[in-house]
């Protein structure tokens, strides 16, 4: 008797272990993905001026509620990991020329040139010149697309490749891209400017290329000349405070900072 309510029971204390671990999935899936995490407008932190006004008015999408795409857009691991190895759908291709500078050191430098694909909406000539993140150049995809969409505006774009980045071009002195190294981003905006004298600046700086940008505009009030503005997209302010934090296991940092370690170590042993 004891035997047949024993083996009677054993179903449903799997079921229940079925449920149980249905619910730790789905719980863990919630929160891997944010999917809880309320929507709302960007905080922005601005000084009243003149200048901040013009923009907040010309650029409405500043002040409206950010809505990610459904199931895996509140998930930033997600979107990195999406957007980084398999990019959009049809990614662009743009055609552009690239250049080779000699630094004084014998490093050559290089930087894609693209041509704008239409009138810029003022008449004017007005060229972007773009430093990508950390060991990535121009052939990286949300390089291309943002140059391509940059095109269609009427935006003349010049994209530096960090030095050492690109798996065919080699080095021709013993040093690659450093984190505060402003030379070969300076060289290229002054061939810019030699070659088209009558062009104004927009910089922009993705991540280790927004410290490089704002500390070369920084270096020289020359370096200022002709540059309306600068743009810093997501950009660390410190990278000895940076590290301290990439070593916690919060947020999956630390896989993070093995990452791009291990893809600086990459790019170092191709050059050896």
């Not at 003349?156 to 021709?172: D, M, Q, S």
């Not at 990439?246 to 790019?267: G, V």
Request: aromatic share 10%; net charge positive; proline share 6%.
């Amino acid at each position: 008797m004891s035997t047949i309510l024993e083996t009677s029971e054993l179903p449903a204390v799997f079921d229940g272990v079925k449920l149980a671990a249905v619910a730790a999935v789905l719980y863990v899936i919630v929160r891997c993905l944010n999917l809880k995490s309320p929507t709302a407008p960007p905080e922005l932190i601005y000084q009243d001026s003149a200048l901040a006004r013009f923009l907040l008015k010309s650029c409405p999408l500043l002040t409206k509620e950010y809505i990610p795409p459904l199931i895996w857009g509140k998930s930033g691991h997600i979107q990195t990991a999406l957007y980084g190895k398999m990019g959009r759908v049809r990614s662009p291709h743009p055609y552009g020329l690239r250049k080779y500078l000699t630094m004084p050191d014998g490093a050559t430098a290089t930087f894609d040139l693209f041509e704008p694909l239409s009138e810029h909406c003022t008449g004017e000539d007005v060229t972007m010149v773009i430093c990508p993140g950390i060991a990535n150049h121009s052939e990286k995809q949300y390089i291309r697309t943002f140059v391509d969409y940059a095109q269609k505006n009427g935006y003349r774009c010049a994209v530096l490749n960090h030095l050492g980045a690109l798996p065919n071009i080699e080095l021709t002195s013993p040093r690659m891209f450093t984190y505060g190294c402003t030379w070969e981003f300076g060289a290229m905006v002054n061939y810019i400017k030699k070659t088209y004298p009558q062009t104004q600046l927009v910089v922009v700086g993705f991540s280790l290329g927004g410290n490089i940008v704002c500390k070369y505009l920084g270096e020289s009030q020359a370096n200022q000349e002709r540059v309306l503005c600068c743009v810093s997209v997501c950009q660390g302010y410190s990278a000895l405070r940076a590290q301290e934090t990439f070593m916690q296991w919060d947020h999956c940092r630390r896989f993070y900072n093995f990452l791009m370690a291990d893809n600086m170590k990459k790019i170092i042993l191709s050059h050896r």
